[in-house]
Structures are given as structure tokens and as C-alpha cells.
């Protein structure tokens, strides 16, 4: 089973700071990761998938690499709309399975 | 768009039942998949399973003895039911649309609808 474990727990930052989120998987999963940010009372929102390709309507401050087994999501400049809880999430091709990483939480 | 409905609160050993009806799009392209996913403090994000309206249906392991994911095609909408609920079943459960990656027929969620809390208590 893969595990993904998402650093740091809580990323304490400014607007206009620049914020790296870590996800590193247990083994290899190619690039079958998502991130999603998910706010207060809100369900998740699709922010990458395919470990670099935003989703529609993103803003291009998001961006996502892969070095390994290490994901990144990177936020050029934080607005204050970014502060909120960012998860990563594998898939596989088969059998299919989805395993959700413990979130970072990026708060001022 | 997505909105989960069902009881928020039902007893330990019982049936969890949600349904999800879906507005704006049709259940019959199987481009798509429908999934459940829960969310609670001690799990946090948990996938249930996914199912496609031609009736292929994916489960998560730890599930799924007790998962039935089903599509009524009438009434554009899909459902959940959990058997022998425990209070580990305690979460905010959420419907979801995907879209098919070539062979991987399980990948992300692009639509997810609100979010539905159930409470699982006598």
C-alpha cells in the first residue's frame, strides 16, 4: 500500500511569500499525484493532477514537480485566498486505489 | 453540480444510505466516474469506491465487505450504502465526479460536491 506523507504539518507564511509543499511517496507512483486545497467548511478542490498540470481555472502561481518520489507544490506568491489545507493524493493504474495524504495547512 | 442528501445521524450496527444526485450533466457517459469519498479527524481523506454507469464498480479494500455503490440512470443520481456502521464511521462524506485517464480508470476528482456530516450514535 502506498503512503504519502505531506510536510510540513503547518506552514506558517505571509502574502506575497513564495510556499513549498512537500509530498513524498513510499515507493514509486510515476506521476499519478493530484493536490487539492480544501478551506473551512468547504469540500476539496482540484488544484493538479498528473503531478504538474494544472486544472481548469487555476491560477498559474500554482504549480507542481516531481523529483522521485518527492512531490512538490509550489505557490509563487501567496494571496490571502491561498490560506487553506493542501492534501496530495495518489492513483493507480490498476487495480485502481486512492490513498490522500495527511495535509499541510498554510496559515498566516 | 453535486449535493450529497441522506440522514445525519444513524445508530451503530445500522445502514448508512446517501444518495447524490447529479444536475447540469448525465450519469450515461462512461468518459466519467462517480466515487465517495469521507473525511474525518482520525482518517482524515478516505476513498470509499467509484462506480461508471456502465456498472463497473471499484471499491476500497477496507471497505469493501460492507460498500454497495449503485447508479439509478431515472433519477440522474448515485448512491451509497454502508452496512454495520460504528462510530469509526463518524465523518463528513463526500460525492465526486472524475474523469477517465486512459487506462487508469480510478484517478482524480474534478467535481465534488459540499459535503454531507453523519454521525454514527445511539
Known amino acids: 500500500e502506498i503512503v504519502l506523507t505531506q510536510s510540513p504539518g503547518t506552514l506558517s507564511a505571509s502574502p506575497g511569500d513564495r510556499a513549498t509543499l512537500s509530498c513524498r511517496a513510499s515507493?514509486?507512483?510515476?506521476?499519478?499525484l493530484a493536490w487539492y486545497q480544501q478551506k473551512p467548511g468547504q469540500a476539496p478542490r482540484l488544484l493538479i493532477h498528473?503531478?504538474?498540470t494544472r486544472a481548469t481555472g487555476v491560477p498559474a502561481r500554482f504549480s507542481g514537480s516531481e523529483s522521485g518520489t518527492e512531490f512538490t507544490l509550489t505557490i509563487s506568491s501567496l494571496q490571502s485566498e491561498d490560506f487553506a489545507v493542501y492534501f496530495c493524493?495518489?492513483?493507480?493504474?490498476?487495480?485502481?486505489?486512492?490513498?490522500f495524504g495527511g495535509g499541510t495547512k498554510v496559515d498566516i | 453540480q453535486l449535493q450529497e442528501s441522506g440522514p445525519g445521524l444513524v445508530k451503530p450496527s445500522e445502514t448508512l444510505s446517501l444518495t447524490c444526485p447529479v444536475t447540469?450533466?448525465?450519469?450515461?457517459?462512461?468518459?466519467?466516474?462517480w466515487g465517495w469519498i469521507r473525511q474525518s479527524p482520525g482518517k482524515g481523506l478516505e476513498w470509499i469506491g467509484s462506480?461508471?454507469?456502465?456498472?463497473?464498480?471499484y471499491y476500497n479494500p477496507s471497505l469493501k465487505s460492507r460498500v454497495t455503490i449503485s447508479v439509478d440512470s431515472s433519477k440522474n443520481q448515485f448512491s451509497l450504502r454502508l452496512t454495520s456502521v460504528t462510530a469509526a464511521d463518524t465523518a463528513v462524506y463526500f460525492c465526486?465526479?472524475?474523469?477517465?485517464?486512459?487506462?487508469?480508470?480510478?484517478?482524480?476528482?474534478?467535481?465534488w460536491g459540499p459535503g454531507v456530516q453523519v454521525v454514527v450514535s445511539s
Open positions: 465526486a465526479r472524475g474523469e477517465r485517464l486512459g487506462m487508469t480508470v480510478v484517478a482524480y476528482f474534478d467535481i
Open positions: 462506480i461508471y454507469y456502465s456498472g463497473s464498480v
Open positions: 498528473g503531478a504538474f
Open positions: 515507493q514509486s507512483i510515476g506521476n499519478n
Open positions: 447540469g450533466a448525465s450519469l450515461t457517459s462512461n468518459n466519467f466516474y
Open positions: 493524493q495518489f492513483y493507480n493504474e490498476w487495480p485502481p486505489a486512492l490513498t
